[in-house]
T-cell receptor
Framework: DQQVKQNSPSLSVQEGRISILNCDYTNSMFDYFLWYKKYPAEGPTFLIS?????DKNEDGRFTVFLNKSAKHLSLHIVPSQPGDSAVYFC????????????FGEGTQLTVNP | DTGVSQNPRHKITKRGQNVTFRCDPI?????LYWYRQTLGQGPEFLTY????????KSRLLSDRFSAERPKGSFSTLEIQRTEQGDSAMYLC??????????????FGAGSRLTVL
């Protein structure tokens, strides 16, 4: 039962363009969503998060959008840089879950110079 | 380095052997989590501790797996009678204190297990 799903295993964009990574979820109890970035041989690193009471959160080049009715969130990176090349994981939890995160499968982003 | 530390980084073992991984969380974090990640998948929750108490275990954590956090500081994850299906990256994370529902897990670099 995959409650958080990232349907695109990979995405390739040109440097300077926008990268859009998508994530869908099925559990209506989720009320907090996070994006993590992972480089090879390192653990996941927190990138940005959004509460279910918001529909947008922005931090520098990174913006996360949440569409609760569609149970869909997306991460926008603009402009994309080669150093952004990594695996991006979408994750979710809810208030009584003990902060236990449920992760998607990940999307490998490659930003070409 | 004040991050989450995991040892060993890589363990190669033969099927049937026991292995133990250690995690040292960020010192002020009272919650500690173990996750497992296999190739092409996201991290999957195994178990978590608040201080020394193990509060939740996933059904992924079979009887061959045991986790402890005896003094509420470091934690160990032991796998007995390893099987090839246990080959994975074992990730430890600790919790950044914050508002309820706004908690962010800080992960270690992981311990990669290869069972031959």
């Amino acid at each position: 039962d995959q409650q958080v799903k990232q349907n695109s295993p990979s995405l390739s964009v040109q440097e300077g363009r926008i990268s859009i990574l998508n994530c869908d979820y099925t559990n209506s109890m989720f009320d907090y969503f996070l994006w993590y970035k992972k480089y090879p041989a390192e653990g996941p690193t927190f990138l940005i998060s959004i509460s279910s009471i918001k529909d947008k959160n922005e931090d520098g080049r990174f913006t996360v959008f949440l569409n609760k009715s569609a149970k869909h969130l997306s991460l926008h990176i603009v402009p994309s840089q080669p150093g952004d090349s990594a695996v991006y994981f979408c994750a979710a939890n809810w208030g009584t879950s003990g902060s236990r995160l449920t992760f998607g499968e990940g999307t490998q982003l490659t930003v070409n110079p | 380095d004040t991050g989450v530390s995991q040892n060993p980084r890589h363990k190669i073992t033969k099927r049937g052997q026991n292995v133990t991984f250690r995690c040292d969380p960020i010192s002020e974090h009272n919650r500690l989590y173990w996750y497992r990640q296999t190739l092409g998948q996201g991290p999957e929750f195994l178990t978590y501790f608040q201080n020394e108490a193990q509060l939740e275990k996933s059904r992924l954590l079979s009887d061959r797996f045991s986790a402890e956090r005896p003094k509420g500081s470091f934690s160990t994850l032991e796998i007995q009678r390893t099987e090839q299906g246990d080959s994975a990256m074992y990730l430890c994370a600790s919790l950044t204190p914050g508002d309820p529902g706004a908690n962010v897990l800080t992960f270690g670099a992981g311990s990669r297990l290869t069972v031959l």
